[in-house]
């Protein structure tokens, strides 16, 4: 089965009205002909981690997870735009107080970018997404992140959707809509451009993947 989750209702609206999935529980939604499960898991990467752990428990029968929903883009990366939908290669998780030097990161704790392990075949841009604790809402701050972390896009849930896979080596990726540049005008992008990202996309995945799933057990759509 192949699961496609965001982390709000309103990121898969659009592709559970394609479907015509039906609701099977209160974030989840069912379609049967494809054997597609779509949900949305919450909002930050601990939030996300943990409902899909207990998503995946509750339905084992899961083999691959796409990741769906908005992303910002940082100043200093020039081959994504707002409106872009985009592929992940990785994702990392990053502090914005540690960037600054405001704090630190632990030296023991597991900093490295988890890679995305299910191919996705796109001509879409690909992107190094950094997982946020917080939105970033200062420019300079959004510069330090991009170039330290040599980040893309910014994301608050996906981090924590790669560690669940990676522990329950489920194959995983990313399609997300880049909907604003991080920084202070950031929240304002958003919310002018998140119901039209969340709309393409979805029909990017309709067409990509939902007409097109692969033979279960591969790891290619």
């Not at 020039?78 to 914005?96: A, K, M, N, P, Q």
């Not at 809402?137 to 959707?161: C, H, P, Q, V």
């Not at 958003?190 to 799933?213: M, P, S």
């Amino acid at each position: 089965m192949l699961c496609i989750a965001s982390a709000v209702f309103q990121e898969v609206k659009p592709l559970i009205e394609l479907t015509n999935a039906s609701r099977e529980t209160g974030n989840r939604w069912f379609d049967k002909t494809r054997n597609l499960l779509i949900a949305a898991t919450g909002v930050g990467f601990l939030e996300s981690a943990i409902q899909l752990n207990r998503l995946l428990q509750e339905t084992p029968s899961i083999e691959k997870i796409i990741f769906t929903g908005s992303a910002g883009v940082y100043p200093g990366c020039r081959h994504i735009r707002i409106g872009d939908l985009c592929i992940c290669t990785d994702t990392i998780l990053c502090d914005g107080a540690a960037e600054l030097g405001l704090s630190a990161y632990v030296p023991l704790a597991d900093q490295g970018p988890i890679k995305a392990s299910l191919s996705l075949s796109s001509s879409l841009s690909s992107a190094r997404v950094a997982t946020i604790f917080s939105i970033t809402t200062d420019n300079d701050l959004a510069g330090k992140i991009g170039e330290n972390r040599k980040a893309d896009i910014e994301n608050m849930e996906l981090y924590g959707i790669a560690r669940v896979c990676l522990e329950g080596e489920i194959p995983w990726n990313a399609l997300l809509g880049v909907t604003n540049t991080v920084g202070k005008k950031g929240r304002t992008q958003w919310n002018q451009n998140r119901n039209k990202l969340a709309e393409k996309a979805c029909n990017h995945l309709f067409k990509l993947v939902i007409k097109n799933i692969s033979q279960p057990g591969r790891s290619k759509v």
